[in-house]
T-cell receptor
């Protein structure tokens, strides 16, 4: 199993541009989520999904959009990038909401100029 | 909502010594407590976890203890090695109902562990 994979590893955007961060898992996990990690702020939940077709907001959802059309994929869309969205983004998955996990991907480092 | 506090923020130990990282949580509904290790430039890696019906769990050189009454849990690393140097995060999760955030995981702010030769 490849586990949780994320692309790209690095990305630089200009303010106002849009882009999609890709996330896929091959463990047949129902739960998937997106976190952002900022210095001194720890890991904060952006959006999550408890199964295909079901998504919900996390702690910091503004400026981001998600969809879950398949069990494997959970892309994160930045609608109009802002410098405040400069961060490291992690996708994670778990079999259920009761643990173990979630298990994290390697991350995408995003810089918005 | 849940609040997880983690201490210390930095910890420096000599190789071979033990390291202890402590976390407290606020929501008595939390019943699952994972610990993650994050090396520079990588994603957090689940290293050990404990559920609320267990007081202690051990896996080779790492162990986790849980005190439900006091709402705190700790990570213990024995015989530390240079490769243990990383940032460690604690987290707490429990069912908080459909309007309370479901099974969301709340993280501590991390401990930078440095193992010196």
């Amino acid at each position: 199993n490849a586990g949780v994979t994320q692309t790209p590893k690095f990305q630089v955007l200009k303010t106002g541009q849009s882009m999609t961060l890709q996330c896929a898992q091959d463990m047949n996990h129902e739960y998937m989520s997106w976190y952002r990690q900022d210095p001194g702020m720890g890991l904060r939940l952006i959006h999550y999904s408890v199964g295909a077709g079901i998504t919900d907001q996390g702690e910091v959802p503004n400026g981001y959009n998600v969809s879950r059309s398949t069990t494997e994929d959970f892309p994160l869309r930045l609608l109009s990038a802002a410098p405040s969205q400069t961060s490291v983004y992690f996708c994670a998955s778990s079999l259920s909401g009761l643990g173990p996990g979630p298990f994290f991907g390697p991350g995408t480092r995003l810089t918005v100029l | 909502g849940e609040n997880v506090e983690q201490h210390p923020s930095t910890l420096s130990v000599q190789e071979g010594d033990s390291a202890v990282i402590k976390c407290t949580y606020s929501d008595s509904a939390s019943n699952y407590f994972p610990w993650y290790k994050q090396e520079l430039g990588k994603g957090p890696q689940l290293i050990i976890d404990i559920r609320s019906n267990v007081g202690e769990k051990k896996d080779q050189r790492i162990a986790v203890t849980l005190n439900k009454t006091a709402k705190h849990f700790s990570l213990h690393i024995t015989e530390t090695q240079p490769e243990d140097s990383a940032v460690y995060f604690c987290a707490a999760k429990g069912w908080r109902g459909l309007t309370g955030g479901g099974n969301k995981l709340t993280f501590g702010t991390g401990t930078q562990l440095k193992v010196e030769l």
